[in-house]
């Protein structure tokens, strides 16, 4: 019996008494790093209580530079590798929350990618603070003699500042590169160079008013102001006061100092007067950067029996689907039943998640929402500044908490990053369009598809919304996988737009085509106009002139960095690359021969604009693309003046045929529809339909029928048949066969990988040698290698392969399968350095 006990004791001694003896805590933390995995730290005691999950804290990682890392979890599990300690916890409450965390997971499995990558997108860059190189005086920083005019310029300035930054020497010197005269002094020991965080987010102070608590009552008051007879502006001002705060009422509150000297200007002097006799209070206190909603609250429209059929539906599908698909065509009313719906969710305590594909359809949404919900909307999206993001991430963090917290969120894809907690709908609305998939940097993720990831971890339901939904969802509708309503008549009756096919080959041959318009189209945009109706023509192509051409050797002028033409822009007056940014000025005469017969190729919106502009001089016309909205004023902007009528015809890319509604456009052009019809892409038909369909349905939104020219050299196309019938089933079945007989999505799940290198000939050998490592697990489902339609974007050549693989394989062996691979590719020294990009699911 004595020995069964030693030996007990024995056991607990040497299995527990380890364990007892290392009591240091230890955290898994994530960098904002493209690295895999997590990293070890140790946490000092006297921070042990403070760090917790999902709270940020400052470490070192390499040599010198500080991070801003998110702790994912805590352990007493001592690494074998040698280790460093966190130097800061920055957070009092942890600012990413379990769900969250959990998402990140999911995301950086699925798309393959690293959390890190997962990290950087995920939080506002204000959240993430930056190291910064300071530099401070060193040992021999009194000692210096017989020093070139740029080191005493930089020691002149550390005695002036104590520490100064790189940038401060850059601004001093006129360098650009500074590291060598940095590195100069730095071996003299003059000065010494150290890393320090810097906080990117600074919260918003103002100033406010409120009236002294000695001041306790009405009576007082009115004593005091019978007291200011004497200072008649003081009174003034104090009586305004008293009515802008509501003063001895229930609802009395501070007001701002910059609202009260608004309302009576070149009252500064009396308001100081009035703090110093101590009747008014001035104080800080943090006020936000996001605008309040100020407007008039409405009720929401009542729904048609259409209408209210479909949300009964819906209601009855989400008890056994946790996603549904509402197909309804364009002004079919999609948006009144999603403000329903929201009213609901809301009203259980819930957040809703209001998906948009563009930005620019944000600022019509936004009225609308915030004329029924106030200020329980916010916006996120990359248009507003960091700090307005910040701000709105940690409005949606204190949910809850905080009585003026966001209950809805309108924002495009990254939206889904925020740190909600009690998620119970999510809408997308235009679910097809592609924007919704993240193309670089990683990671690549689609928004439309992740956020069914997101929802199931908060037990949350999705509404999928469309008039031309994607061929996978549809599919997936039809199949069961998710529910479905169908929605096909327009808010009141309204009819669908009267569609006509231009044969712009046939128009071209008569002689009726001006520029790039036909007799037909030139004829409806003045009769529309002079009946008192706006028109809107489509051309997916920004720019003036896609390509620059000479006459006598076809010389074409392409980018210095990527494999494709340079676009001329006439604001600019230079021809752009639209991959890499690269400009350069306009020859006057072709490099090659020397010839000056240069000539503009083809078109693009500028071009329409400038040319249109001729023919209709009278006319108020705007461009809406991407080098015209590029800040989210100059897109209120052109959106104001077309609905309020001031802008007559509005050119546009694809940004004109998402979801935007106006009341008052007659005609619809499609200037072009061949470029999307003839693109090598097995979604290309898909495209042109929803584009084609979706830029259609912007006519005739109310009121009266509107109408719809599509110009095309190929009118006998499927695509254009389609599109006249208004059949979407058709065009569905008619794809949905191709993509089967084919093997392409929903019918196989495809990950494109793509290798790069600065080196053509180091790229080609490492895609032959990496499509015979990955052919050896994947067999006949790979596809390729193969060079793409531009092989070559920023200095770096590209080349591809395509994995075609069944919906049952795991996406996380395949991953592994995939990380082989390129871990037996980069044995060789060869390859080392080039780098390998998976995308799950292109788009």
Same mark, same amino acid.
Request: proline share 4%; net charge positive; hydrophobic share 40%.
């Given at each position: 019996?004595?020995?069964?006990?030693?030996?007990?004791?024995?056991?607990?001694?040497?299995?527990?008494?380890? %364990?007892?003896?290392?009591?240091?805590?230890?955290?898994?933390?994530?960098?904002?790093?493209?690295? *895999?995995?997590?990293?070890?730290?140790?946490?000092?005691?006297?921070?042990?209580?403070?760090?917790?999950?999902?709270?940020?804290?400052?470490?070192?990682?390499?040599?010198?530079?500080? #991070?801003?890392?998110?702790?994912?979890?805590?352990?007493?599990?001592?690494?074998?590798?040698?280790?460093?300690?966190?130097?800061?916890?920055?957070?009092?409450?942890?600012?990413?929350?379990?769900?969250?965390?959990?998402?990140?997971?999911?995301?950086?499995?699925?798309?393959?990618?690293?959390?890190?990558?997962?990290?950087?997108?995920?939080?506002?860059? =204000?959240?993430?603070?930056?190291?910064?190189?300071?530099?401070?005086?060193?040992?021999?920083?009194?000692?210096?003699?017989?020093?070139?005019?740029?080191?005493?310029?930089?020691?002149?300035?550390?005695?002036?500042?104590?520490?100064?930054?790189?940038?401060?020497?850059?601004?001093?010197?006129?360098?650009?590169?500074?590291?060598?005269?940095?590195?100069?002094?730095?071996?003299?020991?003059?000065?010494?160079?150290?890393?320090?965080?810097?906080?990117?987010?600074? *919260?918003?102070?103002?100033?406010?008013?409120?009236?002294?608590?000695?001041?306790?009552?009405?009576?007082?008051?009115?004593?005091?102001?019978?007291?200011?007879?004497?200072?008649?502006?003081?009174?003034?001002?104090?009586?305004?006061?008293?009515?802008?705060?509501?003063? #001895?009422?229930?609802?009395?509150?501070?007001?701002?100092?910059?609202?009260?000297?608004?309302?009576?200007? =070149?009252?500064?002097?009396?308001?100081?007067?009035?703090?110093?006799?101590?009747?008014?209070?001035?104080?800080?206190?943090?006020?936000?950067?996001?605008?309040?909603?100020?407007?008039?609250?409405?009720?929401?429209?009542?729904?048609?029996?259409?209408?209210?059929?479909?949300?009964?539906?819906?209601?009855?599908?989400?008890?056994?689907?946790?996603?549904?698909?509402?197909?309804?065509?364009?002004?079919?009313?999609?948006?009144?039943?999603?403000?329903?719906?929201?009213?609901?969710?809301?009203?259980?305590?819930?957040?809703?998640? #209001?998906?948009?594909?563009?930005?620019?359809?944000?600022?019509?949404?936004?009225?609308?929402?915030?004329?029924?919900?106030?200020?329980?909307?916010?916006?996120?999206?990359?248009?507003?500044?960091?700090?307005?993001?910040?701000?709105?991430?940690?409005?949606?963090?204190?949910?809850?908490?905080?009585?003026?917290?966001?209950?809805?969120?309108?924002?495009?894809?990254?939206?889904?990053?925020?740190?909600?907690?009690?998620?119970?709908?999510?809408?997308?609305?235009?679910?097809?369009?592609?924007?919704?998939?993240?193309?670089?940097?990683?990671?690549?993720?689609?928004?439309?598809?992740?956020?069914?990831?997101?929802?199931?971890?908060?037990?949350?339901?999705?509404?999928?919304?469309?008039?031309?939904?994607?061929?996978?969802?549809?599919?997936?509708?039809?199949?069961?996988?998710?529910?479905?309503?169908?929605?096909?008549?327009?808010?009141?009756?309204?009819?669908?737009?009267?569609?006509?096919?231009?044969?712009?080959?046939?128009?071209?041959?008569?002689?009726?085509?001006?520029?790039?318009?036909?007799?037909?189209?030139?004829?409806?945009?003045?009769?529309?106009?002079?009946?008192?109706?706006?028109?809107?023509?489509?051309?997916? !192509?920004?720019?003036?002139? *896609?390509?620059?051409?000479?006459?006598?050797?076809?010389?074409?002028?392409?980018?210095?960095?990527?494999?494709?033409?340079?676009?001329?822009?006439?604001?600019?007056?230079?021809?752009?690359?639209?991959?890499?940014?690269?400009?350069?000025?306009?020859?006057?005469?072709?490099?090659?021969?020397?010839?000056?017969?240069?000539?503009?190729?083809?078109?693009?919106?500028? !071009?329409?604009? @400038?040319?249109?502009?001729?023919?209709?001089?009278?006319?108020?016309?705007?461009?809406?693309?991407? @080098?015209?909205?590029?800040?989210?004023?100059?897109?209120?902007?052109?959106?104001?003046?077309?609905?309020?009528?001031?802008?007559?015809?509005?050119?546009?890319?694809?940004?004109?045929?998402?979801?935007?509604?106006?009341?008052?456009?007659?005609?619809?052009?499609?200037?072009?529809?061949?470029?999307?019809?003839?693109?090598?892409?097995?979604?290309?038909?898909?495209?042109?339909?929803?584009?084609?369909?979706?830029?259609?349905?912007?006519?005739?939104?109310?009121?009266?029928? =509107?109408?719809?020219?599509?110009?095309?050299?190929?009118?006998?196309?499927?695509?254009?048949?389609?599109? %006249?019938?208004?059949?979407?089933?058709?065009?569905?079945?008619?794809?949905?066969?191709?993509?089967?007989?084919?093997?392409?999505?929903?019918?196989?799940?495809?990950?494109?990988?793509?290798?790069?290198?600065?080196?053509?000939?180091?790229?080609? =050998?490492?895609?032959?040698?990496?499509?015979?490592?990955?052919?050896?697990?994947?067999?006949?489902? %790979?596809?390729?290698?193969?060079?793409?339609?531009?092989?070559?974007?920023?200095?770096?050549?590209?080349?591809?392969?395509?994995?075609?693989?069944?919906?049952?394989?795991?996406?996380?062996?395949? !991953?592994?399968?995939?990380?082989?691979?390129?871990?037996?590719?980069?044995?060789?020294?060869?390859?080392?350095?080039?780098?390998?990009?998976?995308?799950?699911?292109?788009?």
């Amino acid at each position: 019996m004595s020995f069964l006990i030693n030996s007990f004791y024995l056991f607990l001694f040497s299995h527990f008494f380890p %364990l007892m003896l290392n009591q240091t805590m230890f955290a898994d933390v994530l960098l904002p790093l493209a690295l *895999p995995g997590y990293f070890t730290y140790s946490v000092p005691s006297e921070i042990e209580k403070l760090v917790q999950p999902g709270k940020r804290v400052v470490v070192q990682f390499g040599k010198k530079k500080l #991070y801003t890392a998110i702790v994912s979890h805590t352990h007493h599990n001592e690494p074998k590798f040698e280790y460093k300690e966190i130097l800061q916890v920055i957070d009092n409450h942890p600012i990413v929350n379990q769900l969250q965390l959990a998402f990140w997971q999911w995301i950086s499995m699925y798309y393959m990618c690293t959390p890190g990558e997962v990290y950087k997108a995920a939080l506002p860059s =204000g959240l993430k603070l930056e190291s910064e190189s300071v530099i401070l005086p060193g040992d021999n920083f009194l000692n210096v003699q017989n020093l070139p005019d740029d080191e005493i310029l930089v020691v002149d300035l550390l005695r002036e500042h104590g520490n100064i930054l790189m940038e401060d020497v850059i601004k001093a010197t006129g360098k650009k590169n500074v590291f060598s005269l940095i590195g100069s002094l730095v071996s003299q020991k003059i000065i010494v160079v150290e890393e320090s965080l810097t906080e990117r987010y600074i *919260p918003k102070f103002e100033e406010f008013i409120s009236i002294s608590a000695e001041i306790e009552n009405e009576e007082h008051f009115n004593l005091i102001y019978n007291q200011l007879s004497k200072a008649p502006r003081q009174a003034n001002l104090l009586l305004l006061f008293a009515e802008m705060s509501n003063l #001895y009422t229930p609802q009395q509150t501070s007001i701002k100092k910059t609202d009260l000297l608004k309302k009576m200007p =070149g009252a500064a002097n009396a308001l100081r007067e009035l703090h110093k006799k101590n009747i008014l209070k001035i104080f800080e206190k943090e006020a936000s950067r996001l605008d309040d909603y100020t407007g008039e609250n409405i009720e929401m429209v009542q729904l048609n029996v259409n209408q209210t059929e479909v949300i009964k539906n819906i209601r009855e599908l989400f008890i056994t689907k946790e996603t549904v698909l509402l197909h309804g065509v364009t002004s079919s009313g999609k948006t009144e039943i999603y403000i329903h719906l929201i009213d609901e969710y809301i009203r259980q305590g819930k957040q809703v998640l #209001y998906l948009l594909p563009e930005i620019a359809l944000t600022s019509q949404i936004i009225n609308r929402l915030r004329r029924v919900f106030g200020n329980l909307v916010g916006i996120y999206h990359s248009k507003f500044s960091d700090s307005e993001r910040v701000e709105t991430y940690l409005n949606v963090l204190q949910e809850n908490k905080e009585k003026n917290s966001f209950k809805i969120i309108l924002g495009v894809r990254s939206s889904v990053f925020l740190p909600f907690s009690n998620l119970g709908l999510v809408i997308i609305d235009e679910e097809h369009e592609n924007t919704y998939k993240q193309f670089n940097p990683a990671p690549r993720y689609n928004a439309r598809d992740s956020v069914l990831m997101l929802a199931k971890m908060h037990s949350a339901k999705v509404l999928l919304g469309s008039a031309t939904p994607s061929i996978e969802i549809y599919y997936h509708a039809r199949e069961n996988k998710f529910g479905m309503v169908e929605l096909f008549t327009r808010f009141q009756d309204i009819k669908m737009p009267k569609i006509e096919i231009v044969d712009t080959k046939e128009a071209y041959r008569k002689k009726q085509m001006k520029s790039y318009f036909s007799s037909v189209l030139v004829e409806n945009i003045k009769q529309t106009i002079d009946n008192g109706k706006q028109v809107i023509l489509f051309q997916n !192509r920004r720019g003036f002139s *896609p390509w620059l051409e000479c006459g006598i050797c076809n010389w074409i002028p392409g980018c210095r960095h990527c494999d494709v033409k340079l676009t001329y822009h006439k604001f600019e007056n230079r021809l752009i690359c639209h991959y890499c940014g690269f400009s350069t000025q306009v020859p006057h005469k072709c490099p090659a021969c020397e010839s000056s017969e240069l000539t503009m190729k083809g078109f693009g919106t500028e !071009r329409i604009e @400038d040319d249109l502009s001729l023919i209709f001089p009278e006319y108020h016309i705007s461009r809406m693309d991407l @080098d015209t909205t590029r800040t989210r004023r100059k897109i209120d902007r052109i959106m104001e003046d077309f609905e309020t009528g001031k802008t007559q015809i509005l050119i546009g890319t694809q940004m004109v045929s998402k979801g935007l509604d106006f009341n008052n456009v007659g005609l619809v052009c499609v200037i072009n529809a061949d470029n999307m019809l003839n693109f090598p892409d097995f979604r290309a038909n898909e495209r042109s339909f929803q584009l084609i369909a979706q830029v259609s349905g912007r006519a005739g939104r109310k009121n009266e029928q =509107g109408k719809v020219i599509i110009q095309t050299s190929q009118p006998e196309h499927p695509v254009i048949k389609f599109v %006249l019938n208004n059949d979407y089933l058709s065009f569905f079945y008619w794809q949905i066969q191709e993509r089967q007989k084919y093997r392409y999505p929903p019918f196989a799940r495809l990950i494109e990988l793509t290798l790069k290198h600065k080196q053509e000939d180091i790229v080609q =050998g490492a895609v032959v040698e990496f499509a015979a490592l990955l052919r050896k697990s994947f067999g006949k489902r %790979l596809i390729g290698p193969e060079k793409p339609l531009v092989s070559k974007i920023q200095n770096l050549y590209l080349r591809h392969i395509i994995l075609k693989l069944e919906k049952s394989i795991a996406i996380q062996r395949v !991953r592994e399968l995939i990380s082989e691979s390129m871990k037996t590719l980069k044995v060789n020294p060869a390859y080392k350095s080039v780098i390998v990009v998976p995308d799950v699911d292109p788009m």
